[in-house]
Structures are given as C-alpha cells and as structure tokens.
C-alpha cells in the first residue's frame, strides 16, 4: 500500500524542495475544461488553434497552477496544509505532448505564525520557465501519514464523436431521397429536415398534410421547397412511401410516428411490396463509451425468433452494412451464454452451424465465430481468460444475437447504462430502411440516415 506523508513546519528547512512531472496529454485538457467549464477554442478546437498565436493546442494556464498545488498538498508540505496565497505569471504555452517538471522550493520561513513563502517553478522539457510564482501556506504542525486514495478512472467520450466521423465520410456524397411515412410529430420531422440541412437527404414527406404543417410550426420551422405528399393517415402514408420507392422515385423510407409492424406490412406485401430474396433485418449501430469502434447489434427489431437459414441473412445484411461504412471484413460474434457448442441450448448449435456456412461460401465478406458469450465477445481479456483463441473474440464488431428478445435487451443495456449513443436501419428489402424508436432524439435520426446514404451510395458503385 502506498502512502501520503507530510512534512511538518518543524521538520522543514529553508531551501528545501519537492517536485512532479507530468506530461501534457490531450486527455488532462479535455478533463480540466469539463471540470472547469473553460471551453477556450485555444484549447479544446485545434481547428481554431492553428490560426491561433500559438498556432496549436495549449494547456489551460491553470492546469500548470493545479500541478504547484498538487505539490505543495501531497509532497511539501503535504496533508494539513492551508493555502494563503499564490502569485503566478505565465512565460511559454504548454504544448500537447510537452513535459511539464513542477519545482517548488521553501523560501521563507515563519516562526510566529507557522507560514512558510515558496518559490515556485515549472519547466518545459527543454528547461525552459513556462510558470513562475510563489506560494504563501500554513504549514502542518502535526504529522499526518494516510494510504493514499486510489483516484477513479475517468474515461472522457465526446457524444456522437463516431457519428460525427461517419457524417464527415458521407459530406462528398450527394444526398439521397427518402421518403419519410407519416412525420406527423415534432421529433420524427426535425430529424428529416436536420439530415435535409446537412445535405443527407432530400426528404420526400407522406401523410395527412395539416397534421404535416401543423408539426412544422410546433418546431417553427418552414416546409418551403419540401416535397410533400398528402394522404389520409398513417396506414396510407406506409403503402404510399412503398408506392414512390418502387416508381423509382426514392431510395429509402423513413419511419415516422407510426408503428414499425405498420410500416413494415406494405414493404413485404409479394404484390406490391419491396421483397427481396433477404430476409429483412434490423441493425443497431451503436457509439459505445469505452468501445474503441461501432458496435453493430442484430437482430433486436424485426425477427423475433429467427431459424438458421433467417440467421444467414441477418448476419449477411449486418455484414454489407458494415462494410458500406467501411469496416473491411467486419468481424461478426454469434452470441449465447456460453462459448462452447450444448445441444441443449440450440442458439450454440445455430452458431456452429453459421460458422460452417461461413467457410462454405453461404455467408461473405466477413469473419465469423461462435458461440460466444457476450464478455468474451467484446473483451479481450475475458476472452484470453477464458483461454479462447480467435481473431473475433474480444474484438467483435458484429454482435448477433439469439433472438431478439436478447437483441433488444442488449441494445437497450448498451444505450441506458452505458450511455451508448444508437443508430438503426432495417436491410433486406429493395432499399434500406430508417427505423427509428419514439425516443430517439435528433443525433440518433442524423445518424441513421447517414448510414442509409453510405449504404445506398456503397450499393451503387458495386452495382
């Protein structure tokens, strides 16, 4: 165990010193302006910083300040001492990557009053004063010697950050039209003319028009230069939308406020309807905190029981999707409780079964394993705990589940506990489809049409 000790007024001489270094990194600028609330482009926007004097990132100046009073609270003195005051004057910016040693050195020293002056110093690696000072304390006069608190982990995610990269990838490609089926509330219609603003889409909006309109005002918002398309309700708007896809006139629907058996039934009428050979099947893209990349999850909307053969194009459409945006050979985790084949638990002889399609050619483009528990799925350790060799395990990109009662489950774990930010689109039919949840907000709606505008242009130039 290691302690803290401090240095008591007694024990303390003229010209003694302590110090620290620390090394500036990007992480120790994003934590002090979340604690400080100091967003200064000059620190958080390298963009910003490049015209900027220093012409690149720099420390907050007072990240160098907190260093000397690390010093002068855990080294010298330590534990009992009481700040008074503190002088500062700022030489150089603190680059990223630059290494910061912090000196403090006892100047003065008071008999009466227990109050010590201290010089203090920081210098850059190359020796050179970046922060200068000096400290006026109270010195301990007891000794203090405790275990020294072992500090949390603090992981930092930027909301959306891999959203953002994917809508960065899409921002060359011309938009695609959709056709949004019944964007009668304020939530569903801000998430089209969003994806409208940002050169996604070209919505084509279907349903009754004044409750369109009145939709638009509540968001006071236009529809000026909007294709709209009106029908009565929602049930007319689903086999409308179906109508303007097969006339060519769209290259995906968008579900708005109505329910998702609602949409679906016009896609899979055989007459009129938008099958495919593929079984249709819904992926969650999922911006995970602490996951290094997406992570795809399927099936968790459409089939809820799915047999082997639905399986096949479950993992197949999540596969194209990730591929469309640019996973190369996406590596695809058959989930069960286990990581071994029961017979008894039918979702590990699916997955044996999957992986031998797999290396028959009956499922492409991607690497398969399974069974496979979710922790060894997505956790390198485990995995390795476990003693499971595979190029898949604990680096999942895919994550296909049993069924989608365990689907959903983990999706929704993923977005409620882990603060998961989610996207979804349903593939198999003639064209992908933006399934969005009522409590989706507008980043999750942008998000999902993105990726139906990286699918469509993927299919384009392989077709």
């Not at 934590?31 to 490049?50: R, W, Y």
């Not at 609602?262 to 007459?271: G, H, M, N, S, T």
């Not at 459409?302 to 096949?312: A, L, Q, S, T």
Request: charged residues 25%; hydrophobic residues 40%; contains cysteine.
């Amino acid at each position: 165990m290691q302690y803290i000790e401090n240095r008591t007024f007694e024990e303390i001489r003229v010209g003694d010193s302590a110090e620290l270094t620390r090394v500036l990194r990007t992480e120790d600028i994003e934590l002090f302006a979340v604690m400080s609330g100091d967003v200064n482009p000059a620190h958080v926007d390298a963009e910003f910083a490049k015209s900027d004097r220093f012409h690149q990132v720099i420390a907050h100046g007072m990240w160098g300040g907190s260093l000397i009073s690390a010093v002068l609270g855990t080294e010298l003195p330590g534990p009992g001492t009481i700040y008074l005051n503190q002088s500062l004057h700022f030489s150089k910016p603190v680059g990223l990557g630059d290494t910061v040693t912090v000196r403090v050195t006892v100047k003065e020293k008071n008999e009466q009053n227990k109050r010590l002056k201290i010089d203090c110093l920081c210098l850059n690696q190359d020796g050179e004063p970046v922060i200068t000072g000096e400290a006026e304390v109270i010195a301990p006069t007891e000794k203090v010697r405790r275990p020294r608190v072992v500090l949390p982990e603090v992981h930092l995610h930027e909301r959306g950050a891999r959203y953002q990269e994917l809508v960065n990838e899409a921002h060359d490609l011309e938009p695609i039209r959709v056709a949004v089926v019944h964007p009668c509330d304020e939530k569903s219609l801000t998430g089209a003319l969003e994806a409208m603003n940002q050169g996604m889409i070209e919505p084509v909006l279907i349903g009754p028009q004044a409750k369109i309109e009145a939709a638009a005002a509540g968001i006071g918002r236009g529809l000026d230069g909007v294709e709209v398309i009106a029908v009565p309700h929602s049930h007319a708007a689903a086999e409308t939308a179906v109508e303007v896809v097969r006339s060519g006139r769209a290259d995906a629907i968008m579900k708005g406020k109505l329910h998702t058996d609602e949409l679906i039934e016009p896609v899979l009428d055989r007459q009129k309807g938008l099958r495919t050979e593929r079984r249709l099947s819904h992926i969650f893209v999922l911006d995970v905190p602490h996951y290094p990349k997406p992570l795809f999850i399927t099936d968790a909307a459409i089939n809820i029981y799915p047999g082997i053969e639905d399986k096949r194009d479950i993992i197949q459409n999540a596969i194209d999707l990730a591929a469309a945006l640019g996973v190369e050979q996406p590596k695809v985790a058959i989930l069960s409780a286990i990581e071994t084949v029961h017979p008894k638990i039918s979702s590990t002889v699916d997955a044996a079964a999957l992986c031998k399609m797999a290396d028959r050619g009956q499922i492409t483009g991607g690497r398969l394993d399974g069974p496979l528990a979710f922790d060894n799925a997505i956790s390198a350790s485990a995995a390795e705990t476990k003693g499971i060799v595979s190029e898949v395990a604990g680096d999942a990109d895919i994550l296909m589940a049993p069924d989608l009662e365990a689907g959903n489950m983990i999706a929704k774990q993923l977005i409620y506990l882990a603060g998961a930010e989610s996207a979804g689109i349903v593939l198999g039919a003639r064209v992908p489809i933006i399934l969005t949840s009522r409590a989706d907000g507008t980043l999750s709606r942008i998000a999902s049409c993105t990726l139906a505008q990286l699918y469509v242009h993927n299919k384009r130039r392989s077709n």
